[in-house]
């Protein structure tokens, strides 16, 4: 392990645990966060509503991490990233997949979520996600901390890039759209989603909204259901689209809702990002099964530098098997299990609490099992009482680069945006 990689001194690491666990400070200037949500008139009373309609979505709290921490979370990032580049690994990945993850546009699709649990022995990448919602919203919530104390403050170093955040992820909806469309002009985008007033993150929609407005972008929030294929054209309402910032978890387009947006992006008339291809490459949780396989990755010709990278940093994790499924019962308090093409930790199960149908459930479809790494934890102030939350970290990611980390703190099997004191968390790393 290089130098760069190996936390400084033990006081560090003390440091961190002593923020994370004994400090159970608040950090979050409400009214900061209000200013940073409506910062345009469009947006007025937007904090106000997340209050009342989600108030579980912001911890009042920040997760602090060591700069080793980080550095090693950027390896991960770019050890997976150079795996899932390799001819072999594409080529298999695309095969599991629907047809549809074969075509090829161009654009590497927005907003990648490598998610992350910080154990005793360095962070460890639990899957990766396509389409990982919440960057714009931790932005806002990142510049809207404020210290609680002196021996707080020297901790307040932000994880990305938060003054230009906005720009960088405006920029990368722009990259995407060179890829495929060259110099051509830009003009209408559309956030889609299923009933996209009624998704959790709705709120962030508003904010890409007025973000690609604000840059000369029209956009529009539209209902997956409403667009149509017509005249060679993806149309909202009549209006011809260029692009979709893709929020479906629909990953392939198989819905018949989405038949207007597959016509669409068969045809390569207009640019989608994220899209299937991307899903397949990253988002199939059975490529966790190559990425922490010694002989896997040997097999793909991955030097041994980038397979030592991958084997500290993801968890051990097999395709479940009727052949294998004495064993992993056997095995189960010590395993995760998690469907293939799962998101949002639906339908996932710590193997410890696992019961026999829903075992049965698991052999009946396709899943997978990894190696259980238990959250690391966050004390917070609920009701006066003192609670420890568990935390995993989201890095945001495009081109290999980590623009933004992000914490959710909750309680139960998985993330999740109903518990209090929980929901988003800023990352700062220790300064």
């Known amino acids: 392990m290089s130098a760069a990689l190996v936390d400084p001194p033990i006081s560090v690491l003390a440091k961190v645990e002593e923020l994370n666990r004994g400090c159970a400070c608040r950090t979050l200037d409400g009214e900061g966060l209000r200013r940073q949500l409506e910062s345009e008139p469009a947006l007025a009373g937007l904090g106000d509503e997340i209050a009342l309609t989600r108030p579980n ?59 992350f649990h910080l154990s005793a022995r360095g962070p460890k990448l639990i899957e990766i996600n396509t389409n990982a919602g919440g960057a ?52 209408r985008i559309a956030i889609v989603d299923d009933a996209p007033a009624e998704q959790y993150l709705y709120p962030e929609f508003r904010l890409f909204a007025r973000l690609f407005a604000s840059r000369g972008i029209e956009a529009v929030i539209a209902d997956a259901h409403e667009l149509e294929w017509r005249d060679g054209k993806l149309r909202h309402r009549g209006q011809a689209l260029d692009m979709v910032y893709n929020r479906l978890t629909d990953f392939y387009f198989e819905q018949p809702e989405h038949a207007a947006l597959r016509a669409a992006y068969v045809s390569g008339t207009v640019v989608v990002t994220p899209h299937p291809r991307a899903h397949a490459l990253y988002a199939d949780k059975r490529n966790l099964v190559e990425l922490s396989d010694a002989d896997a990755l040997a097999a793909l010709g991955v030097d ?74 966050r004390i917070v102030q609920v009701d006066g009482a003192r609670t420890d939350l568990k935390l995993d970290v989201r890095a945001y990611v495009y081109a290999s680069e980590i623009q933004l980390l992000a914490a959710r703190l909750y309680q139960g099997q998985t993330t999740n945006f109903r518990t209090a004191g929980g929901g988003f968390a800023p990352v700062f790393v220790l300064s």
């Open 57 to 115: 979505l912001f911890s009042r709290t920040a997760v602090f991490i060591t700069p080793a921490q980080r550095a090693r979370m950027a390896a991960i990032v770019d050890a997976a990233q150079e795996v899932t580049a390799l001819p072999h690994f594409r080529s298999a990945a695309i095969a599991r997949a629907p047809a549809i993850a074969g075509l090829e546009f161009g654009p590497q699709g927005v907003f990648l979520g490598f998610d």
């Open 136 to 187: 714009l919203l931790n932005a806002a919530l990142a510049r809207a901390q404020r210290a609680c104390c002196d021996e707080m403050a020297s901790a307040f170093a932000p994880s990305g890039d938060l003054e230009h955040a906005e720009d960088a992820f405006f920029l990368m909806f722009v990259a995407e759209w060179r890829l495929q469309r060259g110099a051509a002009p830009l003009e």
């Open 304 to 377: 041994a530098t980038t397979r030592e990278t991958l084997l500290s940093g993801v968890p051990r994790t097999v395709a479940v098997t009727r052949g294998n499924a004495a064993a992993l019962w056997a095995q189960r308090r010590e395993l995760f299990f998690k469907p293939a093409l799962g998101y949002g930790s639906k339908a996932a199960y710590r193997g410890d609490k696992l019961t026999r149908r829903a075992w049965e459930e698991i052999l009946s479809r396709t899943y997978v099992a990894q190696a259980l790494i238990p959250p690391s934890e």
